[in-house]
T-cell receptor
Framework: EDKVVQSPLSLVVHEGDTVTLNCSYE??????LLWYKQEKKAPTFLFML????IEKKSGRLSSILDKKELFSILNITATQTGDSAIYLC????????????FGAGTRLTVKP | DAGVIQSPRHEVTEMGQEVTLRCKPI?????LFWYRQTMMRGLELLIY????????DSGMPEDRFSAKMPNASFSTLKIQPSEPRDSAVYFC?????????????FGSGTRLTVV
């Protein structure tokens, strides 16, 4: 059965800390892995990763995919209170029934 | 573009009542997805449509749930009769099949409370 596992499930840090969120997956017919940030309501898109070893970066956030070891990490440097959110990892599997399998998410809390 | 539009934003109903959630996808997107989010189960895919046709409804929890997409710009998710365990946030998302940019666009969700 396809699965996407995120860790840790929750994390509490202080402003300025660097955090690494993990996402491992076991799916058939992998196409891409996506990271979303969910604050109050709908998830907002962060990154889409399709190739191993190529880092994607946006400001203080970066992410990389390892297709051999079947995982991805999302790094946030110099965290701010505004980074507090649930970070969702999802794997796009267009040939499977579920099309897009989400992990349960990591709840990040950044304290001032 | 106004994005994916869901209505209502909040719904409180009594057990046994019928509930209808609505979604207007982004114009030009040909895939539409209904998700349910709860603390216990995270974000679950309920059903998705491609070109208005239901492709996979295996995530629909039971016969009380039904979804329709009568045209490319509108979809409904109906629960009849509703139960307290249906309380959750229901998200609609759309995308352009084959797009390699950005994946999905989510609506703001409908928070359903069944008492």
């Amino acid at each position: 059965e396809d699965k996407v596992v995120q860790s840790p499930l929750s994390l509490v840090v202080h402003e300025g800390d660097t955090v690494t969120l993990n996402c491992s997956y076991e799916v058939t017919n992998f196409r891409s892995l996506l990271w979303y940030k969910q604050e109050k309501k709908a998830p907002t898109f962060l990154f889409m990763l399709t190739s191993s070893g190529i880092e994607k970066k946006s400001g203080r956030l970066s992410s990389i995919l390892d297709k051999k070891e079947l995982f991805s990490i999302l790094n946030i440097t110099a965290t701010q209170t505004g980074d507090s959110a649930i970070y969702l990892c999802a794997v796009h599997t267009p040939y499977n029934n579920n099309d897009m399998r989400f992990g349960a998410g990591t709840r990040l809390t950044v304290k001032p | 573009d106004a994005g994916v539009i869901q209505s209502p934003r909040h719904e409180v109903t009594e057990m046994g009542q019928e509930v209808t959630l609505r979604c207007k996808p982004i114009s030009g997107h040909n895939s539409l997805f209904w998700y349910r989010q709860t603390m216990m189960r995270g974000l679950e895919l309920l059903i998705y449509f491609n070109n208005n046709v239901p492709i996979d409804d295996s995530g629909m929890p039971e016969d009380r749930f039904s979804a329709k997409m009568p045209n490319a710009s509108f979809s409904t998710l109906k629960i009849q009769p509703s139960e307290p365990r249906d309380s959750a946030v229901y998200f609609c998302a759309s995308r352009l099949t084959g797009s390699h940019n950005g994946g999905y666009t989510f609506g703001s969700g409908t928070r359903l409370t069944v008492v």
